[in-house]
């Protein structure tokens, strides 16, 4: 007879079967899921989650990225090489397709965190997506602290935070009405510690980036950006080689790197365990507009 | 043990860190969000970027002090009234936990939101001012936890350093809890003078009180013995996708994935599926990483059987011997969550069970909870928003239920109103047939 204390689990197990369990209730409950994916570190865990859902059968729903132009060379390679590997079909929502086509303009600071959004809607529209996988974690900031694991969005993809469904038990609530939709946030549950302490047990491989490597960038609000072809030195502002790695990818107009020499998984752990600032704090200049920054964005049909 | 040793999560390889989620329940007037908060910052979980918007955030207002209560109220609805609306959650860990946090907010529909914190939670943890003694608010959350069967219940005395760390204040306000929890169903309570603001007791033993001899409630978190609490006799497999790959690679195969519900499931045991009744035996069980020779909750595997049967979502997987009620007549505990429209006898809803979904009708209200007073009030015709009542429903397939106290996997529902799609209610099976 075993001890029952060898029934147990260990957390990164728990929140594994957690995230496993999420992703099958929405594809058996709902029609048509897309799983969100920018080649971000977190997006990356969600899709081998999704390969551990449903093998040994293939992953029963495409992939899209939300483009807005601003890329890394290095995560453009990544997310290719991995919708390659895994048969996948990759859907790309653009936004300059759409600036083209003049569905959105451009903003007067240049970032397009914003404009992602309508960007967003409609490909969600287009393709009559209901359920949309998306790799936000409530330890990321305060807005998401409050979000559910099944979030409701009304037919204009709005998240309204005084109206949300009751969350209890493992009983999520997906149904919804045509043109509504449901984000679902798999990783709602994990912290940034997990994220990296899964990806070093599972041993996924990882857009370079996200490893300490030599750059040159230049220093603005405190933060160290990329020089490139989105993001330009001001006038003042000496561009300089530092040693830094990306706690975060996205825009790359307005993700920061953070100063680093870790560049192995186990040295990244060791990095993130020690920080005393946040991954949003250190890394997005978008975060910094207001307090409520992220909630706006999110009201209006952001992640 | 001082503030140094919890920080490391991962340098302790020989144990693997286990999950432990807690509910909280208090008012900012409790010292909570204080309590939160020095449970974050000492185990440096609270990051600088975040302490310093907290801060200014406090200095323009006008605070008095550091209002932690701004490190999740970020809404701007609750920045503006000054009060918190939903959950919040939030995450710390230690070497050898890590602990999720469903922070309830203690006064605005305190019911629903403490029953949604309180039904994942492992523990629940109570505040009262040790100035105040228990309040009515500190009655209605402990009758909560032990509605929704949280196995273990923390008391914290707060505010002890106000007191002058008076041990018979603390022992009047222990004992007065424990008499009232004695009342309900409370598996495990413990109780811990602490002030949340100086850090008396929380990570470390207070030096304050040397006539407690308890531990620090960080101590108490993080060795509460939780594997006991899961149900590892009756076998509950909830049937949540089949999975039959579209391959030329794998061919002939057909697994039912699920979450282990309650039980512990292995290759050769004899089962039973319902609602067909048909028996047949385990050939494997495997995840994505292989076979493995049991599986238990909270695991999500596949299951293979040996016959091929026609199963499909929303059946149960249990023994022949041991298995859960089909039915269709439910006697439940309901506790009603919608502002809108009050539960009405003769109301059809949606049914969500485990992975089953059905339609039911309210064919009784046999009373309602006065949840200060545990008076049952027979007269009322409906339940509204946070009200909690006994109510006899219909459902059109049956559910394959076990009693809520038993199993809080295949004994809790949520109601759903078809019209609007909202979650309406909560319910957990009292007894069936």
């Known amino acids: ?303 | 043990m001082s503030v140094e040793t919890l920080a490391p999560a991962e340098s302790d390889t020989a144990r693997p860190m286990d999950l432990l989620r807690f509910a909280t329940a208090g008012s900012v007037d409790d010292g909570k969000s204080t309590l939160i908060g020095r449970l974050l910052y000492d185990t440096k979980s609270l990051f600088t970027d975040q302490l310093a918007a907290v801060e200014a955030v406090s200095a323009a207002r006008g605070d008095e002090y550091t209002n932690l209560a701004l490190l999740t109220d970020g809404l701007r609805a609750e920045r503006e009234q000054g009060i918190t609306i939903d959950v919040a959650y939030r995450y710390f860990a230690t070497p050898r936990r890590k602990f999720i946090i469903a922070d309830t907010p203690g006064h605005i529909q305190y019911t629903r939101n403490m029953v949604t914190g309180a039904s994942t939670a492992d523990l629940a943890l109570i505040l009262v001012d040790a100035r105040k003694g228990l309040v009515e608010q500190s009655r209605r959350h402990a009758f909560l936890c032990s509605l929704l069967r949280v196995p273990h219940l923390v008391l914290c005395v707060n505010k002890m350093d106000l007191v002058d760390w008076s041990q018979e204040v603390y022992e009047r306000i222990a004992d007065e809890f424990t008499a009232f929890a004695a009342k309900l169903d409370v598996p495990d309570l413990t109780v811990v003078p602490v002030s949340a603001l100086k850090g008396d007791n929380i990570v470390t033993r207070s030096e304050n009180m040397p006539w407690y001899e308890g531990p620090s409630l960080l101590h108490h978190l993080e060795r509460v013995h939780i594997a006991s609490d899961r149900n590892l006799v009756d076998v509950r497999f909830p049937v949540q996708y089949v999975i039959r790959p579209q391959s030329t690679t794998v061919t002939d195969y057909r697994g039912y994935a699920g979450q282990v519900a309650s039980g512990v499931l292995k290759p050769g045991d004899e089962i039973m599926v319902l609602p067909s009744g048909f028996t047949s035996r385990i050939a494997a069980v495997e995840t994505a990483d292989g076979p493995v020779d049991e599986a238990f909750p909270p695991m999500s595997v596949t299951v293979r059987l040996t016959d091929e049967l026609d199963i499909s979502r929303g059946d149960m997987i249990c023994r022949p011997n041991n298995a859960p009620m089909a039915v269709q007549d439910i006697e439940a505990m309901v506790c009603w969550m919608d502002e809108t429209r009050p539960l009405q006898v003769g109301g059809r809803y949606a049914i969500k069970h485990t992975t089953r979904s059905a339609r039911a009708i309210v064919r009784g209200l046999h009373y309602r909870l006065d949840i200060n007073s545990l008076h049952r009030d027979e007269t009322v015709g409906e339940l509204k928003l946070n009200e909690i009542g006994r109510v006899r429903l219909r459902t059109t397939v049956p559910l394959l239920a076990d009693e809520y106290r038993r199993n809080r996997t295949t004994g809790g529902f949520v109601i759903i109103d078809e019209a609007t799609n909202r979650t309406v209610g909560a319910g957990m099976i009292v007894e069936a047939g």
Request: proline share 5%; net charge negative.
């Open chain 1, 1 to 303: 007879m075993t001890s029952p204390a060898a029934y147990q689990v260990s957390h990164l197990d728990a929140l594994e079967a957690e995230s496993i369990f999420v992703m099958r209730e929405v594809v058996a409950e709902m029609e048509r899921p897309v799983l969100l994916f920018s080649g971000g570190k977190d997006s990356i865990v969600m899709l081998r989650l999704a390969q551990k859902a449903f093998a040994p059968a293939n992953i029963p729903f495409p992939v899209m990225h939300v483009d807005t132009g601003h890329n890394f060379p290095e995560v453009l390679d990544y997310r290719d090489q991995r919708v390659a590997e895994l048969g996948l079909q990759l859907i790309v929502a653009s936004v300059p397709e759409a600036l083209n086509k003049g569905l959105v303009r451009e903003s007067a600071d240049g970032m397009r965190n914003r404009i992602q959004t309508p960007v967003l809607l409609e490909a969600v529209e287009k393709h009559r997506f209901d359920a949309l996988f998306g790799g936000a974690r409530r330890d990321e900031e305060k807005a998401r602290a409050k979000e559910r694991v099944f979030s409701f969005r009304d037919e204009f993809g709005q998240w309204d935070p005084k109206n949300q469904r009751p969350e209890l038990w493992a009983l999520y609530n997906g149904r919804h009405h045509p043109g509504e939709s449901i984000r679902v946030f798999p990783l709602s549950n994990w912290t940034e510690l997990d994220v990296w302490h899964y990806i070093a047990r599972e041993r996924i491989p990882l857009p370079s980036i996200y490893y300490a490597h030599e750059r040159e960038v230049i220093e603005r609000d405190g933060m160290l950006y990329a020089v490139n072809e989105f993001f330009r030195a001001r006038a003042g502002e000496q561009p300089f080689k530092a040693q830094v790695r990306y706690r975060t990818v996205g825009d790359a107009s307005c993700t920061a790197a953070v100063r680093s020499d870790a560049d192995t998984v186990e040295k990244v752990i060791e990095e993130v365990a020690a920080t005393r600032i946040t991954e949003r704090g250190a890394t997005r200049g978008d975060d910094r507009v207001s307090e409520a920054a992220m909630e706006d964005r999110k009201r209006e049909g952001y992640f």
